[in-house]
């Protein structure tokens, strides 16, 4: 499945420029799509999501006067504290977000990227990307996963929908998450082989983080 993701990301990855993280601005999200993203509580910059997705659902306080609630869709597979606030919720395995992209961006008139899927994730895709057309340039589309053939389909399923220079801004990069995962199992491999003689960790916690960290 991750290498059928994969080639079908690479189809439509050259319609993008330089990988970047872009600044989201759920506060003009009517429409917000969560593939597995826990934005409020640990996705990025969740302590700016959590606010402005707040504002969102309260239309009687929002900043701008205009009395409108966004509607949530959120996509997971642990319960999380996004996905205990969402409008639906669809419980899915790790392994099938990327089916779940796909199914979203042929729903919402994209590429078909022949990625089967359940019928019942299906169904909560198709009324996801009801929402999402209803609100094109108005709605916005996040993944938490670490993977690159996912987030390529989420830029595509963004694309489509012109979210584009309105609720996500490219010419304000985030800088967060910007780690190699290669880079940190080759230098792990490296400790435990005794070729590094003293090793300075600031601001994080291996052992506890990682995977492997026993």
Not at 8 to 36: L, M, N, W
Not at 76 to 94: W, Y
Not at 198 to 203: E, K, S, T, V
């Amino acid at each position: 499945m991750q290498f059928l993701i994969l080639l079908c990301a690479k189809q439509i990855e050259e319609s993008f420029g330089k990988a970047v993280i872009p600044a989201y601005d759920f506060s003009r999200a009517k429409a917000v799509v969560s593939i597995d993203a826990d934005f409020m509580a640990n996705w990025l910059m969740h302590t700016k999501y959590n606010v402005d997705y707040a504002e969102t659902r309260n239309p009687e306080k929002r900043a701008d006067g205009d009395q409108w609630m966004s509607k949530h869709f959120h996509f997971e597979s642990v319960m999380s504290l996004t996905g205990a606030n969402a409008d639906s919720r669809c419980p899915i395995k790790p392994s099938e977000q990327g089916a779940v992209a796909a199914a979203i961006l042929k729903h919402i008139g994209g590429k078909d990227l022949g990625i089967a899927v359940s019928d019942e994730i299906d169904a909560y895709a198709a009324n996801a990307a009801d929402k999402l057309k209803e609100h094109k340039g108005e709605s916005l589309v996040v993944a938490g996963a670490n993977d690159k053939g996912i987030q390529v389909i989420v830029n595509a399923i963004n694309n489509t929908l012109n979210n584009y220079g309105k609720t996500i801004d490219l010419d304000n990069e985030i800088y967060l998450k910007q780690a190699d995962d290669a880079l940190v199992e080759e230098l792990v491999n490296d400790v435990i082989a005794g070729d590094v003689g003293a090793l300075l960790i600031y601001g994080a916690n291996p052992v506890y983080t990682l995977p492997n960290g026993s």
